[in-house]
């Protein structure tokens, strides 16, 4: 018998695909074993180097981490677009050829789990993304003969806008979307989305557009925290980022909260007036009396600074002894050449494009608290019969 296959589509990166993969199929192994999951994730972008060199998309090493050990990496990332492909994509003579040849990879990935008994697949970046290639997300969903649930986003206007772009794009392209997800709602919010978002208003907007009514799986709120990088991460993308410490313990793991610049002359500097818990600094290495308050301050906090950035370094002003005592207080940081400016734009970068990772335990535990309490998994099953 051909399996189910779900897809998992959203507004835009970043909009709680690979969460929703994790929470659905932690409710799916209530009802399979593991072995009858299957999961892929046809178009991968960020990808993550295997230790044999070959590479996957990073999302199906956190899949296989924490829900399916069997799963083979290989074929659960058919196709891996990493930036520059498109370019040589349009420069080459042989487009289409190109584009079967990917086809081809998604069909072969496909039948090889088509002995399972459900199957998530998840969709990269925004119902478009691929196109250009002939592989955007309603272009796969034909290919691999899925049904959608789609991940909006919180708020009543923007949600409901960006719905109606999202799901014309999939009607007219002849894919089903079946289930919506109302993610990462402020909590304060919950209430008023279920009040005037419901099934009989959604299908009244989308009366005729798919074959069967749109259903909605759950109003998700927001996880404090969840979208935010540990130091670990940060690191990772700054090229000349010298470590203080061992990036590979559990005091750089912890999600940041905002980020400090200190800038303030140093008779000005109060620590208790402008830090507070898992808060990430930027502040000049050569900036000694402040950098020693706030080492100092980082004791009396119950939840520890998430970390320290030292800008401008050069070897003439970093003080041995000042970066021995971060790091005895286990205090996550790193220093770089660039300027604060520079530091501090690399860093919102990287906060605005974050993703979970495969050692985010804690992280993806509050994923599984998250669809047992708010997603109606008694609905899915009606939905997708099974």
Same mark, same amino acid.
């Given at each position: 018998?051909?399996?189910?296959?779900?897809? #998992?589509?959203?507004?835009?990166?970043?909009?709680?695909?690979?969460?929703?993969?994790?929470?659905?199929?932690?409710?799916?192994?209530?009802?399979?074993?593991? @072995? %009858? #999951?299957?999961?892929?994730?046809?178009?991968?972008?960020?990808?993550?180097?295997?230790?044999?060199?070959?590479?996957?998309?990073?999302?199906?090493?956190?899949?296989?981490?924490?829900?399916?050990?069997?799963?083979?990496?290989?074929? $659960?990332?058919?196709?891996?677009?990493?930036?520059?492909?498109?370019?040589?994509?349009?420069?080459?003579?042989?487009?289409?050829?190109?584009?079967?040849?990917?086809?081809?990879?998604?069909?072969?990935?496909?039948?090889?789990?088509?002995?399972?008994?459900?199957? #998530?697949?998840?969709?990269? *970046?925004?119902?478009?993304? *691929? =196109?250009?290639?002939?592989? =955007?997300?309603?272009?796969?969903?034909?290919?691999?003969?899925?049904?959608?649930?789609?991940? $909006?986003?919180?708020?009543?206007?923007?949600?409901?806008?960006?719905?109606?772009?999202?799901?014309?794009?999939?009607?007219?392209? *002849?894919?089903?979307?079946?289930?919506?997800?109302?993610?990462?709602?402020?909590?304060?919010?919950?209430?008023?989305?279920?009040?005037?978002?419901? @099934?009989?208003?959604? /299908?009244?907007?989308?009366?005729?557009?798919?074959? /069967?009514?749109?259903?909605?799986?759950?109003?998700?709120?927001?996880?404090?925290?969840?979208?935010?990088?540990?130091?670990?991460?940060?690191?990772?993308?700054?090229? %000349?980022?010298?470590?203080?410490?061992?990036?590979? =313990?559990?005091?750089?793991?912890?999600?940041?909260?905002?980020?400090?610049?200190?800038?303030?002359?140093?008779?000005?500097?109060?620590?208790?007036?402008?830090?507070?818990?898992? %808060?990430?600094?930027?502040?000049?290495?050569?900036?000694?009396?402040?950098? =020693?308050?706030?080492?100092?301050?980082?004791?009396?906090?119950?939840?520890?600074? $998430? *970390?320290?950035?030292?800008?401008?370094?050069?070897?003439?002003?970093?003080?041995?002894?000042?970066?021995?005592?971060i790091q005895n207080q286990g205090i996550p940081a790193f220093s770089?050449?660039?300027?604060?400016?520079?530091?501090?734009?690399?860093?919102?970068?990287?906060?605005?494009?974050?993703?979970?990772?495969?050692? %985010?335990?804690?992280?993806?535990?509050?994923?599984?608290?998250?669809?047992?309490?708010?997603?109606?998994?008694?609905?899915?099953?009606?939905?997708f019969q099974i």
């Open positions: 018998m051909k399996p189910k296959v779900i897809y #998992i589509s959203g507004f835009r990166q970043n909009a709680g695909k690979t969460i929703t993969s994790l929470g659905l199929i932690y409710l799916l192994r209530k009802i399979y074993k593991p @072995e %009858d #999951i299957g999961y892929i994730k046809p178009v991968g972008q960020e990808l993550f180097t295997l230790a044999n060199g070959t590479k996957t998309d990073k999302d199906t090493k956190i899949l296989q981490s924490f829900l399916l050990p069997e799963l083979d990496l290989n074929l $659960a990332s058919p196709v891996k677009i990493p930036s520059g492909v498109t370019k040589t994509f349009l420069t080459s003579e042989n487009r289409g050829q190109i584009t079967q040849n990917y086809i081809r990879s998604i069909e072969d990935a496909i039948a090889s789990i088509s002995d399972k008994k459900i199957i #998530i697949a998840e969709g990269t *970046g925004h119902p478009g993304v *691929g =196109s250009i290639v002939g592989l =955007s997300n309603a272009d796969v969903c034909k290919i691999i003969d899925a049904e959608i649930i789609y991940l $909006a986003g919180g708020g009543l206007g923007k949600s409901i806008d960006m719905l109606t772009t999202d799901l014309t794009f999939f009607a007219a392209k *002849g894919v089903q979307v079946r289930g919506i997800i109302f993610n990462k709602i402020f909590p304060h919010k919950l209430e008023i989305m279920r009040k005037y978002i419901s @099934e009989d208003f959604l /299908n009244m907007m989308y009366k005729g557009c798919f074959k /069967n009514p749109i259903r909605i799986l759950g109003f998700l709120p927001e996880i404090e925290y969840l979208n935010k990088p540990s130091m670990r991460q940060i690191m990772k993308k700054f090229p %000349d980022a010298q470590p203080i410490g061992n990036p590979k =313990s559990k005091d750089w793991e912890q999600p940041c909260g905002n980020i400090k610049i200190i800038s303030v002359p140093d008779e000005f500097f109060h620590p208790e007036e402008y830090l507070q818990s898992r %808060d990430v600094i930027i502040i000049s290495a050569g900036s000694e009396k402040r950098l =020693s308050r706030i080492i100092e301050y980082n004791k009396f906090l119950t939840s520890k600074l $998430a *970390g320290i950035i030292l800008s401008c370094t050069r070897a003439s002003n970093l003080d041995n002894k000042k970066l021995e005592t770089v050449t660039t300027d604060t400016a520079k530091t501090d734009d690399m860093l919102h970068n990287c906060i605005n494009n974050t993703k979970i990772q495969s050692y %985010d335990s804690e992280k993806i535990h509050k994923v599984f608290n998250l669809f047992e309490e708010y997603y109606d998994f008694d609905k899915f099953r009606e939905v």
